[in-house]
């Protein structure tokens, strides 16, 4: 049976998703537990996408396939009572055999926390402390240039020549809430770095450095050295995913 | 000359904040990091109060004496380049040398925070994760019957017998935001595990196995055996204090 795991994690202690040798990884500890629930049969989850190091998530899923007789509820509890603390499966599903987390995926909604106010020890890897004022109203300019089908290569760290890097981005948004900035995204994919280099330059725009209007330029000219700084992974979550 | 120092900290990786031999404390940080800007002279910290393994504070306070040349701004400075990233001085002010930290207090306000949704990886250390429903309204009856002045001996831990344990809370309030429960009580001064204890008991009244009303015989009780369990130090906050 393929089920749909909803999982959150805390990024703080993680090397990123992707499983490598040696390092402590999201996916490892995914793994470990499914084959813990599995019987002991190496079970392996197949994520909707990667976040990296110090990235947190509120809701990433995968699909991955169990053999034992379990239901919805009690993979759910399995999973989290062989999962570390800074790990949560939220809900699981039964799918198709032919579901594919990556592939279905439709959209994908990121958040960006900056703290605009006084340094904030509980949050320091929670968002990003900036602790100074800047101009929101220019951002809020700014980040409506993003929106739309475009090629985002200009904002894309480790670019590889070939790679596609069109993406449409359909929605977009600022909150201010206390000294909280909140950056939101949903499009139908994104490139590694891609939200937070686009963070970034918000950043630029927002401390007077770039004009609001110049994200098109930047856009236009498919140069990862004129978009600017990549802004830190603690305050980047990634929210949901649609199907 | 002498200084009130605000400070917040994330309790997490603290053994409390009372300086104690081998073990990470809050004190022993900020007179480390006192005596550094006191240019190597042995200086402490004397703290409004203390906290226990844990417990967070947004805004604490204490006085030092500094004998170098130094203003309000610089001060705050240069003891945030000496601190570690969980404490943070947020404000320093010059006061007179018989100001006392402790001695001049004259009310504090300390949260506690339950999250009653699903459990949160990324606030694990910042709440205490009880991910189930409870009976709010039942908990808003029971919280004011610890207004006014009482003896609270029975919620107090480690009691010594012959201390006194009359105090007086002037305010309480429980708000739900989401899915949190921001429980607050504001008062001339709080015993050792006294907001956690009478949050433990908060919480058997939400849950049915006590009634609002018997707060009261539990506080003429004085008997600690009466009151329950102590809630998890990570959902406490030190909010502020008043002199």
Known sequence: MRFLIKFSYDGTRFNGFQAQKNQRTVEEKMNEALTQVNNGKKTCITATGRTDKGVHALAQYGHADINVEINERQLKRALNSFLPDDIHVIETREVDDDFHARYDAKGKTYR????????????????????YDIDVEAMRKAIRYFEG????????TENKEKENCVRSIFYTNIDEEDDKLIIEFEGNGFLRY?????????????????????VVEVLESLDRTKSGKTAPAQGLYLVDVEF
């Open 112 to 131: 960006y926390i900056m703290n605009l106010g006084e340094y904030n020890p509980m949050e320091r890897n929670y968002a990003f402390q900036y602790n």
């Open 149 to 156: 089908e475009h090629d985002y290569r200009a904002f894309v």
């Open 194 to 214: 891609q939200v937070r280099n686009m963070v970034g330059y918000l950043i630029k725009v927002g401390e007077g450095k770039a004009t609001p209007e110049s």
